[in-house]
């Protein structure tokens, strides 16, 4: 049985984690672009 507010902080993480990869991207072609 998982733990719902474990649950919910692997959601997040893995938006953050997402998010991240985004921005992360977006300045590497900023760069390249540049």
């Known amino acids: 049985m998982t ?3 474990i649950n919910m ?3 997040m993480c ?3 984690m997402s998010k991240a ?3 992360t991207s977006h300045v ?3 760069l ?3």
């Open 3 to 5: 733990n719902p507010k």
């Open 21 to 23: 990869a985004q921005l």
């Open 28 to 30: 590497y072609i900023l």
């Open 14 to 16: 893995l938006a953050y």
């Open 9 to 11: 902080l692997r959601e």
């Open 32 to 34: 390249l672009t540049s």
